[in-house]
Nanobody
């Protein structure tokens, strides 16, 4: 299982970014994909996840109404659209994959991780 996260960068508060997570080496449409983030000095936290067939999604309360997850199984890619970004969204964002029917948002439920992409939101 290989995952490549991309799309991070430096933006100002209120702006948008779209992260991408490209998967390879596994049957992409049989895996749930999650997005997680880790800010300096803080524990890794779940941001959003999407079930293999995209029938179920989960978004953390801290980003609800601002972040949207989607997937294109034909392209083996999951997206995280992040709108109205806030300085507290600054973190390294990771995507992870696991062969699950559902959509858990807990990091410990995922065994395969990408390398992370840095998102910095200035005030």
């Amino acid at each position: 299982v290989q995952l490549q996260a991309s799309g991070g960068g430096l933006v100002q508060a209120g702006e948008s970014l779209r992260l991408s997570c490209a998967g390879s080496g596994f049957t992409f449409d049989e895996f749930a994909i999650g997005w997680f983030r880790q800010a300096p000095g803080k524990e890794r936290e779940g941001v959003s996840c999407i079930s293999p067939g995209a029938g179920s999604t989960h978004v953390a309360d801290s980003v609800k109404g601002r972040f949207t997850i989607s997937r294109d199984n034909a392209k083996n890619t999951v997206y995280l659209q992040m709108n109205k970004l806030k300085p507290e969204d600054t973190a390294v964002y990771y995507c992870a994959a696991e062969a699950l029917f559902g959509c858990p948002i807990q990091p410990w439920r995922f065994n395969s991780w990408g390398q992370g992409t840095l998102v910095t939101v200035s005030s």
